[in-house]
């Protein structure tokens, strides 16, 4: 926003001043459902979960297919290594990026389907909660 304000002004050789700007949403993230810093406080303090403030990370990424890994796929991801595929799964094209979900549905890493070898290589791994 700011750029299109210095270029709207530019082009109508005028300045072009910006006095404000407030994100209301990043994507589906909308600005009604954040919890203030003064807020996030309280909670910690009343020993509140994170899970009852923290959106799943797999939820920045609706738009991507998933898989479902068994607990030992899970581990194998978790240390980087690429899991075998049934069939081409539907929708799932070749380079594609897939979240690849553990046995409780926990986002556990981003891969890369390889359809030539029906492989899902993880190519960003989270860090696992312990």
Known sequence: ????DESLGERLGAG???????RT??????????VVPDELQKLVEAGAGA????IPSEAALPHL?????????????RHGAAVRVGNS????GDGGHVLM???????????????????????????VEK
């Open 1 to 4: 926003m700011r750029a299109l």
């Open 16 to 22: 072009a001043h910006l006095s404000a700007l407030r």
């Open 25 to 34: 949403r990043a994507g589906s993230f909308r600005v009604e459902d954040a």
């Open 51 to 54: 899970g009852e403030f923290l």
């Open 65 to 77: 297919p998933s898989a479902h890994l068994t607990g030992e796929e899970a581990q194998r991801v």
């Open 89 to 92: 799964p539907k929708g799932w």
């Open 101 to 127: 979900l553990d046995e409780r549905g926990r986002l556990v890493a981003v891969g890369v389907y390889d359809a030539a070898r029906a492989l899902l290589q993880p190519r960003v791994m989270l860090a």
